[in-house]
T-cell receptor, first 112, second 113 residues
């Protein structure tokens, strides 16, 4: 089966600009996650969807980050406006059940 | 607050040796402990996982040892190979998996030929 797809793979923007990332989960996976991985650290959960509903967004900086999952399949994560500290890899993961999560390759964001 | 502490930060092991990575957790609600392997430019991939009712789990050259009373668990890679060179993350999850993963900071493992 195809893995989790993400695009773009790389993005360079200036601070205060906006950016959006796209994720297509594995077919049939009801749960979708967005993680932020800062260089040298483990991924940190930003938001979790179950179908098209938000399960947990407690660590999402809601003043600048937003996410949606249209029709319970694809998802987009947006940052507006971006700050220097948002430079990181943004990982999307999906799972059929609640434990084994499959990760995409990530989007590397550099904010200048 | 770092809920999963991982050590060492980096590790160099000779080919054929045993690589050992340790993790400790604080949240007693955690009930599933996976290890992920990440190669440069790739997303993390599930390697092996354990539940707290089991003290050890082995899959091929990879073994998890779990000490519930000490709230510690470790990954052992036997007969380490250069292809094992990667970053390894321990993680934990609670609520039967209803929550997202809490990751350690990672261990950069290098296997020297």
């Amino acid at each position: 089966e195809a893995g989790v797809a993400q695009s773009p793979r790389y993005k360079i923007i200036e601070k205060r600009q906006s950016v959006a990332f796209w994720c297509n989960p594995i077919s049939g996976h009801a749960t979708l996650y967005w993680y932020q991985q800062i260089l040298g650290q483990g991924p940190k959960l930003l938001i979790q969807f179950q179908n098209n509903g938000v399960v947990d967004d407690s660590q999402l900086p809601k003043d600048r980050f937003s996410a949606e999952r249209l029709k319970g399949v694809d998802s987009t994560l947006k940052i507006q406006p971006a700050k220097l500290e948002d430079s990181a890899v943004y990982l999307c993961a999906s799972s059929r059940g609640l434990e084994t999560q499959y990760f995409g390759p990530g989007t590397r964001l550099l904010v200048l | 607050q770092q809920q999963v502490k991982q050590s060492p930060q980096s590790l160099i092991v000779q080919k054929g040796g045993i690589s050992i990575i340790n993790c400790a957790y604080e949240n007693t609600a955690f009930d599933y402990f996976p290890w992920y392997q990440q190669f440069p430019g790739k997303g993390p991939a599930l390697l092996i996982a354990i539940r707290p009712d089991v003290s050890e789990k082995k899959e091929g050259r990879f073994t998890i040892s779990f000490n519930k009373s000490a709230k510690q668990f470790s990954l052992h890679i036997m007969d380490s190979q250069p292809g094992d060179s990667a970053t390894y993350f321990c993680a934990a999850i609670s609520g039967g998996g209803a929550d997202g993963l809490t990751f350690g900071k990672g261990t950069h493992l290098i296997i020297q030929p």
